[in-house]
């Protein structure tokens, strides 16, 4: 699986959008963007995940540029729940499919 | 409807101890999967299920461990021997999944080893 990039913290504003940004330079063309993120003391919990094309869902929106090279999660009116470590994975959508977690981003929303 | 559920929640062992952790998938989930979470780390495959067939131990860390699901269900993983290295929290995901189709992984919220 490629390996990818993020930044290891960042704030922002109870109310505000949240961009968490991911680089996946070495990314091939089968694989997808993947954002899981884990809230203190629970397991990692599934957002959202895409190819090409931008995805939306309830929860997050997905924005893939178009090498693909790199992406973006936004959190459209982030609140204090939102508070948790943001894993960006790169994988085959293979059966049995292990995710690779990084670092990941520990974002902090304050009121 | 349930999530995935895992017992105990926290188990403190002895070095030398041997521990069973227990894991209840989502009914129905093909894929099952435990990972292995050091303190301030990302989570850390250890091995793939789908249904009783144990596809991947690559990430099991020695023969001191050692996973089950008998009839494609209820998994248990085991640790003989615990030392403190293996403290840690031990997360399961179940998925639905089959064939060459994969659908994203359902974690559970895993039990906190910590071996003294």
């Known amino acids: 699986d490629a390996k990818t990039t993020q930044p290891p913290s960042m704030d922002c504003a109870e109310g505000r959008a949240a961009n968490l940004p991911c680089n996946h330079s070495t990314i091939s063309g089968n694989e997808y963007v993947y954002w899981y993120r884990q809230i203190h003391s629970q397991g990692p919990q599934y957002i959202i995940h895409g190819l090409k094309n931008n995805e939306t869902n309830e929860m997050a929106s997905l924005i893939i540029t178009e090498d693909r090279k790199s992406s973006t999660l936004i959190l459209p009116h982030a609140t204090l729940r939102d508070t948790a470590v943001y894993y960006c994975i790169v994988r085959l959508k293979a059966a049995g499919n292990k995710l690779t977690f990084g670092g990941g981003t520990r974002v902090l929303v304050k009121p | 409807g349930a999530g995935v559920s895992q017992s105990p929640r926290y188990k403190v062992a002895k070095r030398g101890q041997d521990v069973a952790l227990r894991c209840d998938p989502i009914s129905g989930h093909v894929s099952l999967f435990w990972y292995q979470q050091a303190l301030g780390q990302g989570p850390e495959f250890l091995t793939y299920?789908?249904?009783?067939?144990?596809?991947?131990k690559s990430g099991l860390p020695s023969d001191r461990f050692f996973a089950e699901r008998p009839e494609g269900s209820v998994s248990t993983l085991k640790i003989q021997r615990t030392q403190q290295e293996d403290s840690a929290v031990y997360l399961c995901a179940s998925s639905l999944a089959g064939g060459a189709v994969s659908y994203e992984q359902y974690f559970g919220p895993g039990t906190r080893l910590t071996v003294t």
């Open positions: 299920f789908q249904n009783e067939a144990q596809l991947d």
